[in-house]
């Protein structure tokens, strides 16, 4: 059985981009994220350690974003979700949602953005 988890709204500075512009001035992004799996034991024993804690998918995002330049945000995305299933095997399955507000984009618009989902393999 599978139990949902989820961060909405982490607002993170950085340099991601296609273009030059972006690369130098860097810009807002905002990520939503899910992650599934059974929290039962958690719940049960009442016990931190059997679960994925918001703290520790919020640093690991955070530390994606820091530790590499990437040019589209699907990119981002997938280095996400790469990131939390790696570091978490409890996770069975992560949505991530990216979230680029001031694209450069010549028009009025609200959003743009980009989400996946990756379910762990094996």
């Known amino acids: 059985m599978s139990d ?10 950085a340099h991601h981009g296609l273009f030059p512009e972006e690369a130098k001035l860097g810009q807002r ?3 939503d994220i899910d992650w599934w799996l059974d929290v039962h034991p958690a719940a049960e024993h ?17 530390k994606v ?5 990437f ?9 996400i979700a790469t990131a939390v299933l790696a570091r978490f095997p ?10 680029k507000p001031n694209a450069p984009i010549p028009g009025v618009f609200g959003d743009v953005g ?9």
Not at 65 to 69: C, E, I, K, N, T
Not at 71 to 76: G, S, T, V
Not at 91 to 98: A, G, L, M, S, T
Request: glycine fraction near 4%; charged fraction near 35%.
């Open 4 to 13: 949902r988890i989820y961060l909405r709204g982490i607002e993170l500075f």
């Open 29 to 31: 992004f905002i990520v």
């Open 46 to 62: 009442d016990d931190y350690a059997e679960t994925v804690g918001y703290d520790k998918v919020f640093e690991t995002v955070t």
């Open 65 to 69: 974003s820091a530790d590499q330049r």
């Open 71 to 79: 040019h589209i945000i699907e990119a981002f995305a997938e280095a």
């Open 90 to 99: 409890r996770v069975e399955k992560v949505r991530i949602e990216v979230h």
């Open 114 to 122: 980009v989400e996946i989902v990756r379910v762990r393999e094996g």
